[in-house]
T-cell receptor, first 113, second 117 residues
Framework: KNQVEQSPQSLIILEGKNCTLQCNYTVSPFSNLRWYKQDTGRGPVSLTIMTFSENTKSNGRYTATLDADTKQSSLHITASQLSDSASYIC????WGAGNMLTFGGGTRLMVKP | EAGVAQSPRYKIIEKRQSVAFWCNPI?????LYWYQQILGQGPKLLIQ????????DSQLPKDRFSAERLKGVDSTLKIQPAKLEDSAVYLCASSLGGGTGSGYGYTFGSGTRLTVV
């Protein structure tokens, strides 16, 4: 069964600090892994998309890594800002027709001043 | 490019009432998805359309939920009658192609927050 597990479930950090969110998956056949940011009451917005051959991808202060061998990904946020407070969802896509997306439960990040 | 449009943004209804949500995908996107996201959880796929045909509705509670995409463009999701446990955010997403393997062009709307009291 395809699964995506995220940790921690929630995290509180001080503004300006860095943090790393984790994503472990068992999805086959693997196609790509995405990180989304979801503000409260809004739809998820894509931060990064990585395919099998990509180890790292950056989007501003967000850097995602992918280890396809261990089936792990991380999202590193540098110099956090109050606006980073949101849920971060890891989504893994499997090859095939139809919807093959498996969603993680998300990490709820709160950045405090 | 315009994003995925959803309406209404919020809806409060009493249990046993009916409710409908509307979604207009990105122009040219053949595939449209409806998700249910309960507070604190990741989205759960309810139904996927490819143009105006249903690709996957295995997790749609068909006794009370229905969805249509008659002209292959916009779509409506209906709940009749609503239950307390239907309280959630209903997200619409669209993508260019039928498969999600490419990973690109997959965009979510802002969602409709439904509260059933």
């Amino acid at each position: 069964k395809n699964q995506v597990e995220q940790s921690p479930q929630s995290l509180i950090i001080l503004e300006g600090k860095n943090c790393t969110l984790q994503c472990n998956y068992t999805v086959s056949p693997f196609s790509n892994l995405r990180w989304y940011k979801q503000d409260t009451g809004r739809g998820p917005v894509s931060l990064t998309i990585m395919t099998f051959s990509e180890n790292t991808k950056s989007n501003g202060r967000y850097t995602a890594t992918l280890d396809a061998d261990t089936k792990q990904s991380s999202l590193h946020i540098t110099a956090s800002q109050l606006s980073d407070s949101a849920s971060y969802i890891c989504v893994v896509s499997a090859w095939g027709a139809g919807n093959m997306l498996t969603f993680g439960g998300g990490t709820r990040l709160m950045v405090k001043p | 490019e315009a994003g995925v449009a959803q309406s209404p943004r919020y809806k409060i209804i009493e249990k046993r009432q009916s409710v409908a949500f509307w979604c207009n995908p990105i122009s040219g996107h053949a595939t449209l998805y409806w998700y249910q996201q309960i507070l604190g959880q990741g989205p759960k796929l309810l139904i996927q359309f490819q143009n105006n045909g249903v690709v996957d509705d295995s997790q749609l509670p068909k006794d009370r939920f229905s969805a249509e995409r008659l002209k292959g463009v916009d779509s409506t999701l209906k709940i009749q009658p609503a239950k307390l446990e239907d309280s959630a955010v209903y997200l619409c997403a669209s993508s260019l192609g039928g498969g999600t393997g490419s990973g690109y062009g997959y965009t979510f709307g802002s969602g409709t927050r439904l509260t059933v009291v």
